[in-house]
């Protein structure tokens, strides 16, 4: 995953009030933690950091005072309401160190005709290199029929990644979809017409033929 640079300044003001200024400068308050180092507290920019964020597991290169530093996003808090960013948690690390992330699972192909399939987790917890995260881990359902699943265990992870889940926890689940007591009911009821439509049909053919 390639990095997402961003340039941030120091905050010296904290508070609702002050984080109320940043927002509406196109700014938001973030702290960038790890490592034993004390928390800097930073603004980043606003639209950019909106952006990034959308991104699964994205890599920031942080630029502060002419120092770059690398982080992941840990925690994003919004507002409910507006849905807009209030606040970005960064942790601080490094090339060629181990995180812990959670990975969305993608699925592709088709499973076998009439069936669908569930997501029992829609995540893996894997151990990777911090600088090479992946957005997602797919997995191929092509030709599955009812009743297969597959584990955690059992999906082909990137190069370098370590399973953390437990790798008998179902991740997909194919299944037949039962149809319910209307829509069998609806069926039956458009059998008989087109039944009933069919045998008028042939006797009306019969008439004519006899006249």
Same mark, same amino acid.
């Given at each position: 995953m390639?990095?997402?640079?961003?340039?941030?300044?120091?905050?010296?003001?904290?508070?609702?009030?002050?984080?109320?200024?940043?927002r509406?400068?196109?700014?938001?308050?973030?702290?960038?933690?790890?490592?034993?180092?004390?928390?800097?507290?930073?603004?980043?920019?606003?639209?950019?950091?909106?952006?990034?964020?959308?991104?699964?597991?994205?890599?920031?290169?942080?630029? !502060?005072?002419? @120092?770059?530093?690398?982080?992941?996003t840990?925690? #994003? +808090?919004?507002? &409910? $309401?507006?849905?807009?960013?209030?606040?970005?948690?960064? !942790?601080?690390? @490094?090339?060629?160190?181990?995180?812990?992330?959670d #990975? +969305?699972?993608a &699925? $592709?192909?088709?499973?076998?005709p009439?069936?669908?399939?569930?997501?029992? @987790?829609?995540?893996?917890?894997l151990?990777?290199?911090?600088?090479?995260?992946?957005?997602?881990?797919q997995?191929?359902?092509?030709?599955?029929?009812?009743?297969?699943?597959?584990?955690?265990?059992?999906?082909?992870?990137?190069?370098?990644?370590?399973?953390?889940?437990?790798?008998d926890?179902?991740?997909?689940?194919?299944?037949?979809?039962?149809?319910?007591?209307?829509?069998?009911?609806?069926?039956?009821?458009?059998?008989?017409?087109?039944?009933?439509?069919?045998?008028?049909?042939?006797?009306?053919?019969?008439?004519?033929?006899g006249?």
């Amino acid at each position: 995953m390639s990095e997402v640079k961003l340039v941030a300044t120091t905050r010296s003001e904290f508070g609702k009030g002050a984080a109320r200024r940043l927002r509406r400068a196109d700014q938001i308050p973030a702290v960038l933690y790890g490592h034993g180092s004390d928390p800097l507290h930073v603004a980043l920019p606003g639209h950019a950091t909106m952006l990034a964020v959308k991104q699964a597991n994205a890599l920031f290169s942080i630029e !502060l005072d002419g @120092t770059t530093t690398l982080a992941i996003t840990k925690d #994003v +808090q919004r507002d &409910v $309401v507006k849905n807009t960013i209030e606040h970005v948690d960064l !942790l601080i690390v @490094t090339r060629g160190e181990k995180v812990t992330v959670d #990975v +969305q699972v993608a &699925v $592709v192909g088709e499973s076998y005709p009439g069936t669908i399939h569930v997501f029992e @987790t829609q995540a893996l917890s894997l151990e990777v290199e911090a600088t090479h995260i992946p957005s997602e881990v797919q997995v191929s359902i092509e030709g599955l029929t009812g009743g297969s699943t597959i584990t955690a265990g059992e999906i082909t992870l990137p190069e370098g990644a370590t399973l953390l889940s437990d790798p008998d926890l179902t991740v997909i689940a194919i299944s037949v979809p039962h149809a319910s007591a209307e829509d069998v009911a609806a069926d039956a009821a458009a059998a008989d017409l087109a039944a009933s439509q069919s045998a008028a049909s042939a006797a009306a053919s019969e008439t004519e033929l006899g006249s």
